[in-house]
Structure formats: C-alpha cells, structure tokens
Nanobody, 121 residues
Framework: VQLQASGGGSVQAGGSLRLSCVAS????????MGWFRQAPGKEREFVAA????????FYVDSVKGRFTISRDNAKNTVYLQMNSLKPEDTAVYYC???????????????WGQGTLVTVSS
C-alpha cells in the first residue's frame, strides 16, 4: 500500500491543523493505522494509532486531549486533528499502516513520506 500524507503547515501556538493520509488500494480497512512524528535532532515518536474499524484508539500522553485520530475507510483516509498546538509539536509527521491491525510500536509495514508541522510561539 502507498500512503500520501498532507495537511502540514505553519501555525501559531494554540492553533489547529488537520493532517490527512490517503492510502492506495482496496484493502485500507484491513490495516491498523498510526501517526508518528520526528522533531529535528530527535528520534521518531509514536503519536497515535487507530484500529481497522476505528474502535480502538491510542495516544501518547503528550497529545492526549489535544489530538484526535480518525479514519474513513470509504475514503481510504486516516486523519489526525491537532488542536491547541504547542511549539514542541513541531515535527515531520508520518502516517503508517500495519497489516496486523493494531500495534503500538514502530514496526509498521508501510510508511508515508511525511508532512511538516511548524508551531511558532
């Protein structure tokens, strides 16, 4: 599967952005999906995950209450709604797909190209 992320940009602290990730193919609903981010000079960080049907969600503590992951299987798309953004959210954000349907580590099978989010204070 090929993944295309979009929606990044520059925003002031407290603002919002919605990232989208569109997947190719007709088996999108069979994949668990995740969002990761990598800030300059830092390791990639797991941000959020959603199961195949959307019934299970996971968020890293630093984004709980501010970010929402969702998916639309009819549109082959996973979203990351980011509210109350902070400068420390600045990073390249990546979407990823997992064939097992639900994992909470970096061992995803397919990765998108990343979209840059910059939050200024």
């Amino acid at each position: 599967v090929q993944l295309q992320a979009s929606g990044g940009g520059s925003v002031q602290a407290g603002g919002s952005l919605r990232l989208s990730c569109v997947a190719s193919g007709r088996t999108f609903s069979s994949y668990g999906m995740g969002w990761f981010r990598q800030a300059p000079g830092k390791e990639r960080e797991f941000v959020a995950a959603i199961s195949r049907s959307g019934g299970r969600l996971f968020y890293v503590d630093s984004v709980k209450g501010r970010f929402t992951i969702s998916r639309d299987n009819a549109k082959n798309t996973v979203y990351l709604q980011m509210n109350s953004l902070k400068p420390e959210d600045t990073a390249v954000y990546y979407c990823a797909a997992d064939k097992t349907g639900w994992i909470l580590d970096n061992e995803y099978d397919y990765w998108g190209q990343g979209t840059l989010v910059t939050v200024s204070s």
